[in-house]
T-cell receptor, first 112, second 114 residues
Framework: EADIYQTPRYLVIGTGKKITLECSQT?????MYWYQQDPGMELHLIHY???????EKGDLSSESTVSRIRTEHFPLTLESARPSHTSQYLC???????????FGSGTRLTVV | GENVEQHPSTLSVQEGDSAVIKCTYS??????FPWYKQELGKRPQLIID?????GEKKDQRIAVTLNKTAKHFSLHITETQPEDSAVYFC?????????????FGTGTRLTIIP
């Protein structure tokens, strides 16, 4: 079934560790996004991509980085995790010109 | 820059009554307005959307209205049920130099009281 998949679902790591949150979609969408969201709160755009080798920073300043080497894959990396990074990270994708986003199930990150 | 304001931030409604959530947007060129529902612990899911060439759209108990002149749009839920309890987000599609992305409202936590 075409969908957008995020792994891991939950992650607890120590301060200073490097982590990569995975996001893959099988819908053939060109556009992909990363949002940071505290549970039930605002969605903050941190990165987006309009296609392969295209990445842009979003509205919320973030210490993370992203890459888009393949259409279906849009991983997010934190080089050195801090407790302030504790949050839920949602990946989404959309088709150019279509408007609506499909969200992944999210990764709930806790940095201790 | 683009901006979407959403009100109220919380809403409690007796089961069976109607709920209305309102949003305003800043860019008059916006032409697509989706609504997302996010249940506790789950991903946001698209429940209804409207494009700027229509003023109203319905899907069973859910309807969305759009007033382009006033730059506002609203979500209407009739005959509310406990499963309608969730956080709802409105959004507007903004285009900047050919690149388009959604700007989301800040969310409305809807609670249906049995």
């Amino acid at each position: 079934e075409a969908d957008i998949y995020q792994t891991p679902r939950y992650l607890v790591i120590g301060t200073g560790k490097k982590i990569t949150l995975e996001c893959s979609q099988t819908m053939g969408h060109d556009k992909m996004y990363w949002y940071q969201q505290d549970p039930g709160m605002e969605l903050h755009l941190i990165h987006y991509s309009y296609g392969v080798n295209s990445t842009e920073k979003g509205d919320l300043s973030s210490e993370s980085t992203v890459s888009r080497i393949r259409t279906e894959h849009f991983p997010l990396t934190l080089e050195s995790a801090r407790p302030s990074h504790t949050s839920q990270y949602l990946c989404a994708s959309s088709e150019l010109g279509a408007g609506g986003y499909t969200f992944g199930s999210g990764t709930r990150l806790t940095v201790v | 820059g683009e901006n979407v304001e959403q009100h109220p931030s919380t809403l409690s409604v007796q089961e069976g009554d109607s709920a209305v959530i309102k949003c305003t947007y800043s860019d008059s060129a916006s032409n697509y307005f989706p609504w997302y529902k996010q249940e506790l612990g789950k991903r946001p899911q698209l429940i209804i959307d409207i494009r700027s060439n229509v003023g109203e759209k319905k899907d069973q108990r859910i309807a969305v209205t759009l007033n382009k002149t006033a730059k506002h749009f609203s979500l209407h839920i009739t005959e509310t049920q406990p499963e309608d309890s969730a956080v709802y987000f409105c959004a507007a599609l903004f285009t900047n130099f050919g690149n388009e992305k959604l700007t989301f409202g800040t969310g409305t936590r809807l609670t249906i009281i049995p």
